[in-house]
């Protein structure tokens, strides 16, 4: 008879440690998906990060290169204009000409103060 009891009260106990078991391993699972919630919210904001931040890095390069562009294009029209007065093959003559027809007198001198003196004291 007390051997029953005794019997009884394990298989009691038995059942109440496989209840609490049972319990834990919900609350186990429960807090195990409430983790892998926040856990996938934090992924999901810190992808966003990512991408917010590449396009600011390609809206940078962007704004970079077409700075670039604008400041080659520029330097491209300042060569263009500048090339007009190159002497080529083919203006060659006419350069020839305007240089011996237009007479330049270099024969003056040049004060201390930088000034053209066009008179000598020679003279």
Known sequence: MVRQWEMKKLE???????EKHHQL????????????ALREERLRQEEIAER???????????ATLEEFMKEKEK??????????????PEN???RI??????LKNYNFAI???GRIVKRSTLS
């Open 12 to 18: 009691q106990q038995q059942r109440k440690e496989e």
């Open 25 to 36: 391993m919900e609350w186990n699972d429960a807090e195990n998906r409430r983790l892998q």
């Open 52 to 62: 917010e931040r590449l396009l600011k890095v390609a809206q940078v390069r962007a």
């Open 75 to 88: 330097e491209v029209l300042q060569l263009q204009e500048e090339a007009k007065n190159f002497i080529t």
């Open 92 to 94: 060659l003559d006419e």
């Open 97 to 102: 000409e305007e240089c011996l027809n237009s």
């Open 111 to 113: 004060d201390k103060e």
